[in-house]
Nanobody
């Protein structure tokens, strides 16, 4: 379903910042889980950050304190603020949604709605 549309990707140098946006249908933010995933060529899709309907967040160890996930409920936008980017962050980034609670919120198979992705490339 075309419920999620990502934007904000680009090509940056290591140490710079980007903020990704996911424009979503209005009702989606009343449900349980949303997340950002990323996938590099030849790699598994990796969960980056998630947020549930109570506002609780989960982050992958690989991003440490560098990334922040946030929701703007009024404008129906999901954000991923990425600071101090590293070449290892290079990937296609996807916005995802699922209407039920997940015991493993960064597991890709738990999500059934996906955006088309936005590319992030970090050079050294």
């Amino acid at each position: 379903q075309d419920l999620l549309v990502e934007s904000g990707g680009g090509s940056v140098q290591a140490g710079e910042s980007l903020t990704l946006s996911c424009k979503a249908a209005a009702l989606i933010f009343s449900d349980y889980y949303m997340a950002w995933f990323r996938q590099a060529p030849g790699a598994e899709r990796e969960g980056v950050a998630s947020i549930d309907s109570d506002g609780r967040t989960t982050y992958a160890d690989s991003v440490g304190d560098r990334f922040v996930i946030a929701r703007d409920s009024a404008d129906n936008i999901l954000y991923l603020q990425m600071d101090n980017l590293k070449p290892e962050d290079t990937a296609m980034y996807y916005c995802a949604y699922n209407p039920v609670r997940l015991s493993v919120p960064l597991r890709a198979a738990g999500y059934n709605h996906w955006g088309q992705g936005t590319q992030v490339t970090v050079s050294s």
